[in-house]
Each structure stands twice: as C-alpha cells, then as structure tokens.
C-alpha cells in the first residue's frame, strides 16, 4: 500500500512538471491504473514491483523532458512514450473491467493474475531501457559541463566544512589481504563488505580509506560517513541525505546537491553501518535510501564502500562483496597479547581465542578484563569457563561469544564493586542512540556521586566509548544490553531524570539561550524519548476513544438502492447517517484485541460484528467473525466450543450458499486444529491434508499454506514422528522466508523449537526461541513474541535456571506492558510458569503467591 501511495502522488507531481501532453497523458494513465489497484485489487502485493516502475518511469520523463521544447526531445523517448501510452492504455481497460466487475458482482475487491502482471512488467522495463539511453546521455553532459567549468577556474563551494577521513586503527592485525583485496576491486567497481557486528568491517574500511594508493588516488575526497549511533526506526530519506551532505560539508540536504558535489571530481564514499538505513522505518523511506544510492554512485568520479551486517543489497551498481572473516588464530593472540601482555601458555591463549570464535570485539573485550581484574591466563580460562554455559543461553542472535564476553566484562571486579551504577549507565547509554552528552552526566545519574569514575570504568574496558561531546558505545553491545538487561529496546530502565533533563530544556529554551539550536545535536536521543513515552500511554486511552467512537454509531440495515439515491440527492439529518461500515470497524476492533492477546475480548467483539453483519444480511462476514470466535476459542482452551461455532459458521454458509472452496479450506483448519486438541489425530490429518492441497493449488493463499504446514507438522510431532513435523515447519520458515515475513518466520523457528525439545536439544531450542523473540520486537506480534519469552522461561526453570527463568518472564511483563494491555492468554500461562519456577526452586511461600498482574489493568 506505501508503495502504491508513493508512486500515485509522483506520478501525479510529475505531471504537473513536465511540459509534453504527450508525457502528461502517460503519467495520467500510470496513475489512473495504480490508483484502481489500491481501491480495488485484492492482491495489492503483487503490483509492488509495478509501482517501483512506475516510480522510475515518471523520474526518466521528467529527466529527458525537462526545460525542452517537444522537437528538442531525443526521438527515441518520443518513440517510447508513444508506444507506452498504447500499452498502459490496454492496461487500465483490464483493471477497469476487473473494478466494474466487482462492483456489480458486490464483492470489496478483485484480483489479477499474476501472469499479466509479469508480461506488464516486462514491457515496462523495456520502456525504461529506452528512456535510460536519454538519462546516460544528459548525466554525461553534465559532468563534462562541469568539469570544463572546473577548469576553466571556476571554484564550486560545497567541501568548506567536510569532515576529514578517520585515520587507520592503531591496532590492526591479520587483515592485510583483504585491504589489499579491496582496493584492487575499488579500481574498477564499488565494495561491500559484509560481515557480523564487532567483526571489524568499519577498522577495515578505515585501513583501506588511509591506504597510500587511495590516498594518492583520492587525496582530501575521502569521506567517511557513520550510521551506528542513530536506530533504524529514526532514518527517514531526509537524515540518510542529511548525514552525506554533513560530511562533505554541502550546505544542501537535497539529493541532487549531493549527487553534484560528488561528481566534481575523483570521490570515495564510505557509507558505515549500512544496516541501519537498509532498515529504515518505512517501506517508502527504504525504498528512496536505494534509489538515492544507485544515483549517488553512478557518476564515474564516484566510489563507493559499503560496510554491513544486512545481506540484503539492493544496490542497481557494479560492486564486489567481501566477506569478512573473524580473525586467524596469529592475528587474533596479537590482538590479545597487545591489550593485556602476559607469560603463559601460548596453548590456553589459543584455546581460549577458539571458544571466542576469533571474533575481534569479544577478544577485544576480553582482553581488558583480564588486564583489569589482573588475572593470570588460567584464571581467565576458569573465569570463563564458569560462565559460558549459562551466559549462552542468553544469546540475541548474534555471535554466542559476543554475548558471553560482554557478560564476563560485566561481572569483574572493577565492575562489580560498582554496584548496579554501572548497568544503570549502560542502560541509559543503549536507550539513547546518540549517546550521552557529557554535560548531562551529573543530571541524569544525580544519585550517583562518583559517575565520571564510573564512566571512566566503563571506558577502559571498551564497553563504553567517548566520542567529542557525548558517551556512547558500539552498536553490538548496545544491541546486547537492550535485548538482554531491558527485556527489549524500548527500556525498563528508570528513565525519570532523562525525561525530567530533556523536558525542562525543552520547555525552558529561548532565545536568549541558543534558540534551541541544541535540539539539532541530540534529535536522536529526543525522538527516541518521546516515541517511548507515547507508546506507554497511547494505546489504552486510544482503544478507549475507538469503542467509545464505533460504538457510538446507530445500527442499521444495509443500503438499499433507494437509499443510495436518497443519500445522493438529499443530506441525511442530524443523527441519522447511514451506518453501513459500522460492522467492518467492529471486526478490525476484534482483530486488535486478538492481536495483543485480550482473546475474551475479541470474542466479544467478533460476537457484536457478527450481529451487525447479519443486521445488513451479509451473512458470508458474519460466518467470518464466527470463525475467528472459533480460533479464540481454541486459544483460551475451549475446543468443543471452537468446534460447535465452525460448524455454526459452516451451516451458516450453506445456507446462505456463500461457501466457496477458500471458505471450506480455511474452516477445514480451524477444524483440524480443534480436532488435533481433542485428539483425533486421524480426522484431523484428512481435513489439514485436504487444505493443504488447496492452498498449494491456489493464488493469494499463503497464510493458509502456511496454516496447513504449521498444523500438519503438530500432528506429526503428537504422533512421535519428529522428522516429518520438522519438515512441515521448515516447509512454512522457507515459505515466510521467501516472503520476508518476520511474523511468520517467527510462528515457525517456535514450532521447529518444539521439535529440539521432544529430541531433548534444550540449547538449539532456546536459540530457535530467541531468534523468533527478535523477529517479533516492536509490537509486530505480541502473542508470538509471548509465546517465545514463556517458552524459554520453561525450559529455563525444567534445567534449574530460576533467575534466567525469572529474567525472562520480567521480559514478557516488559512485552505486555508496553504492548499487549490486557491478555487473556499470556498473563495466565506466566502466572503458572512463575509459581511453577518457584516451586522448582523450593521458594514455597513465592510459589503460593505470586502474580503476573498489568500495573492499571483489571484482568
């Protein structure tokens, strides 16, 4: 839909500018045709590849268009566009039929096949070939233009203030080959260099920038360009824009100003941490960041080097990749022995860089706590040992020994005798993308007489980092302490004097002091601030303000066609407008519940929109919402409840004969999954088989494939067969996969769990659990991101664990609090594993009285 959306409205700017009727009627057709698909069509998704061609089209006409007369225009853009107009012509005649269609059939939308679409697509990339042909043309008269203006004495100002390139890190070992690698590949192509955090891709990018060759190369057009203190849900295409023109010194944050600053002469652009605009928080925004890159490395003069932890490039540009190894076991005791000396056994250094997996950050780390606490090779190795197998289990998806080693630096004496001032300040500086700001120190920790000498700690031992003006720490160990110290990134952690700092500045800037030029230093850290507090207050009080709203409306029968007419020819009076919709604002209300767990009551929501469903006589929805009774049912444990309402659901459409093979597929799941729990195993592989195949066979049906596969592999697993249950479920990780579907990803990495824990391989299952954890962060899916935190809470609390158990369930209170309000699911299963957890652990009395209450909720 954003991509829909975004095309439409440039598309429709665009044919404001340019000056041809010819483009005019182009772009008007474009539009026309994307504007049906986002009213009408069913399958939205299929036309996102459309729309990014759409995009592209109208940005060629108004490129080969601009500022000419039509006999000046290149004849093949004139062939093209003619040619184009009769192709997109026939289109909008298709989709217009499929409209009108629908509409005399009373259906909401339609669907095109996905064979038209592919042959539409093809066309349109020929046109863009043709147009492209126009684009190359002018971009080299542009830079010719330009360079003849350069040597001819002109003098472009744009690089007065551009930030001068980081020198080459003071250690750095054992990656002479790769720096030699690149920059033969950067003679002829751009460079990515891939690799996980702390591995050493931005020191290696820093060797490479202060290389002789590509100094001599690029002299002071060298620029190094940092996205590791800002999160990906901050990155618009403006602040990706914005942090370019800041390092080159452009007093311009638009692209093209950018693009021309580049091209002035040989340039070398290191674009660090790209994983954080590869993410940005909309699809829109990502989308504009890839074009904006495909257009800022166009330009012959223009070199680029990308540094990331995301494989997913989608770079239109010649580029070589380079992978990024962890450390050979030479380079990796130099970077050891260079941090913290000692005389030992050169056999245990050895052995203990290997259980570090060589990774450079945790060796790194490592190294200065064992430097800090002073201790020998062998207490090291003890130290180390005592802690692996409990601090993997809190593993976050990234290198294990990352995690243990950041933990081990936690836990040394320097540390320790901190107290929690140490977690506290850590907390703070992970919550804040762009760090603390040294001034602050004393007024967000006042309770804290000794906070310099606390960071000062913190620094030596590399878990911390001053950069000028702030403190800050690198984006793996923030990742860690986020995920693992504050249940998730939006933070438990007290934030009462970060908010009370930054509030009061707020309010209390004026002119007479900067004017507020301050808030431009630490936007990052202020809208981080205020998205926070807004999601812990915002979706009680606007559930409340939605039931108050719909509720509100009358109940009514559905138009018929005389009040159709009398609508359109007369205003309804006061108090009377027709409230057909009402139904629809119902089930999406029962829909929100059920996404954040409060299944009772979506049941009751459901049960009102089914009645306003049947009031209209719309009885195919009404047998909708009876059908999502019966799944919340089945959640809240009540199967024969589910089963009675399906078959409710399913007399209902034959009655009404709006019983179509999707409907009876679906139904044939619900019913499955009933079955499966009442245990009739056998009438429940017929129906889930008899599903699957029609999904398999059917456009548009993933989720019901996915349903299928899910509940197959259950089936199986109850029967024992732990092989085929595993297939079923990496059939559905593969499917979602494809689709790059986190949600889904995660329902099946939490059912592949389930298949470790029958075959007893407890680690793989917590791993499984805590990637379909991470994958669901962010409210994407509360009732799956619960289902991950109480399972691994449970096989915690089973291997004796208790205070990881209890680390966990604290998690899924933080999940719940900020997402999930109320939850007739979760809040029951964590009270059982909570009491469970201290019954394990003999503590009888918490055992007896524990809650797992919402603070302000009734549950």
């Keep these: 839909m954003d991509a829909l959306t975004k095309a439409i409205s440039t598309l429709d700017i665009t044919k404001e500018l340019v000056p041809l009727e010819m483009a005019k009627g182009v772009l008007s057709t474009l539009s026309s045709i994307l504007t049906v698909v986002k009213n009408t069509m069913q399958n939205k998704d299929d036309f996102a590849e459309i729309a990014t061609r759409c995009n592209k089209i109208a940005k060629s006409i108004e490129r080969s268009t601009r500022g000419k007369l039509e006999t000046e225009i290149d004849p093949i853009v004139t062939q093209a566009l003619s040619e184009l107009q009769s192709f997109i012509d026939d289109i909008e005649k298709t989709v217009k039929a499929k409209e009108r269609r629908a509409v005399a059939n009373r259906a909401f939308s339609a669907s095109m096949d996905r064979g038209s679409i592919a042959k539409w697509k093809e066309q349109l990339d020929y046109f863009l070939r043709m147009c492209n042909h126009e684009l190359i043309v002018d971009?080299?008269?542009?830079?010719?233009?330009?360079?003849?203006?350069?040597?001819?004495?002109?003098?472009?100002?744009?690089?007065?203030?551009?930030?001068?390139?980081?020198?080459?890190?003071?250690?750095?070992?054992?990656?002479?080959?790769?720096?030699?690698?690149?920059?033969?590949?950067?003679?002829?192509?751009?460079?990515?260099?891939?690799?996980?955090?702390?591995?050493?891709?931005?020191?290696?990018?820093?060797?490479?920038?202060?290389?002789?060759?590509?100094?001599?190369?690029?002299?002071?057009?060298?620029?190094?360009?940092?996205?590791?203190?800002?999160?990906?849900?901050?990155?618009?295409h403006g602040t990706f824009i914005g942090r370019i023109s800041g390092a080159l010194g452009v007093q311009s944050n638009l692209l093209s100003s950018v693009k021309t600053s580049l091209a002035t002469s040989e340039t070398f652009l290191v674009l660090d941490n790209a994983e954080t605009f590869q993410d940005a928080a909309s699809d829109a925004d990502s989308y504009r960041i890839a074009e904006a890159i495909d257009e800022l490395g166009s330009p012959p003069p223009v070199t680029m080097m990308v540094t990331t932890r995301n494989r997913r490039v989608s770079m239109n540009l010649r580029y070589a990749t380079i992978d990024v190894p962890a450390l050979e076991a030479g380079a990796a005791r130099q970077v050891f022995t260079e941090i913290y000396p000692v005389d030992g056994s050169q056999e245990i250094v050895d052995r203990l860089l290997s259980a570090l997996d060589f990774h450079a950050l945790s060796i790194n780390l490592l190294a200065h706590v064992a430097g800090e606490n002073q201790w020998t090779l062998e207490e090291l190795m003890r130290s180390w040992g005592q802690q692996q197998t409990q601090l993997l289990h809190i593993g976050d998806g990234k290198l294990r020994s990352l995690s243990a080693t950041i933990e081990l630096s936690l836990r040394s004496s320097s540390i320790t005798k901190l107290g929690n001032d140490a977690r506290r300040v850590m907390e703070i500086a992970a919550?804040?993308?762009?760090?603390?700001?040294?001034?602050?120190?004393?007024?967000?920790?006042?309770?804290?007489?000794?906070?310099?000498?606390?960071?000062?700690?913190?620094?030596?031992?590399?878990?911390?980092?001053?950069?000028?003006?702030?403190?800050?720490?690198?984006?793996?160990?923030?990742?860690?302490?986020?995920?693992?110290?504050?249940?998730?990134?939006?933070?438990?952690?007290?934030?009462?004097?970060?908010?009370?700092?930054?509030?009061?500045?707020?309010?209390?800037?004026?002119d007479e002091d900067d004017g507020g030029a301050w808030i431009g230093t630490e936007d990052a850290n202020l809208e981080r601030l205020i998205a926070h507090d807004l999601s812990q207050t915002t979706h009680k009080d606007m559930a409340v303000v939605f039931h108050a709203s719909i509720f509100g409306l009358p109940d009514g029968n559905r138009p018929t066609k005389l009040s159709r007419f009398l609508k359109a020819v007369r205003r309804p009076r006061s108090g009377k407008a027709p409230s057909y919709g009402k139904a629809h604002c119902v089930l999406v209300l029962g829909s929100l519940a059920h996404t954040l767990c409060n299944v009772t009551e979506s049941i009751d929501l459901y049960a009102a929109a089914e009645r306003l469903f049947l009031l209209d006589r719309d009885h195919n929805m009404a047998a909708w919402c009876l059908e999502n009774i019966a799944r919340d049912y089945t959640y809240l444990g009540k199967v024969a409840d589910a089963e009675r309402t399906l078959q409710e659901a399913l007399t209902m459409r034959r009655k009404y004969r709006v019983l179509s093979s999707s409907d009876e597929a679906d139904i044939n799941l619900r019913l499955g999954d009933a079955l499966i729990c009442r245990g009739r195993l056998e009438e429940a592989i017929v129906l889930l088989a008899s599903a699957r195949e029609y999904f398999e066979h059917s456009r548009d049906a993933t989720n019901g494939l996915s349903w299928a596969m899910s509940s197959q592999g259950v089936v199986e697993l109850s029967s024992g067969n732990c092989l085929a249950a595993r297939q079923h479920f990496e059939a559905g990780l593969s499917l979602h996969t494809r689709l790059n579907d986190d949600v889904g990803q995660s329902s099946s990495l939490i059912d592949l769990s389930t298949v470790e824990v029958v075959k007893g391989n407890i680690a793989e299952a917590h791993k499984l659990l805590q990637e379909a954890f991470m994958l669901t962060t962010g409210g994407k899916s509360t009732h799956a991101a619960c289902v991950a935190l109480w399972r691994r809470a449970a096989l915690a609390s089973d291997e004796g664990d208790f205070n990881f158990a209890r680390d966990l369930l604290r998690s899924l209170h933080a999940e719940l609090t900020t997402f999930g309000g109320r939850s007739d699911v979760a809040i029951p299963i964590a009270t059982y594993i909570s009491a469970r957890n201290e019954l394990f652990a003999q503590d009888y009395q918490n055992a007896r009285d524990v809650k797992y209450a919402i603070p302000g909720v009734r549950n």
């Design 139 to 236: 971009m080299r008269m542009e830079i010719g233009d330009m360079a003849r203006t350069l040597k001819g004495g002109a003098v472009v100002q744009f690089e007065s203030n551009c930030e001068p390139p980081p020198p080459k890190p003071s250690m750095f070992f054992g990656r002479d080959d790769l720096v030699r690698d690149a920059v033969e590949f950067l003679k002829t192509q751009h460079v990515i260099l891939f690799g996980p955090g702390g591995i050493g891709k931005s020191s290696i990018a820093k060797a490479i920038l202060n290389e002789d060759t590509v100094v001599a190369r690029f002299k002071d057009r060298r620029f190094f360009v940092r996205f590791d203190d800002i999160n990906a849900s901050q990155v618009t």
């Design 431 to 510: 919550f804040l993308p762009q760090g603390i700001n040294e001034n602050a120190l004393g007024d967000f920790f006042p309770d804290i007489p000794n906070i310099h000498s606390v960071v000062d700690t913190l620094c030596r031992l590399s878990l911390m980092y001053r950069k000028p003006g702030a403190y800050t720490m690198l984006s793996p160990i923030r990742i860690h302490i986020s995920g693992t110290h504050q249940g998730r990134d939006i933070a438990s952690v007290d934030l009462t004097h970060v908010r009370q700092y930054y509030y009061t500045r707020l309010a209390d800037t004026t």
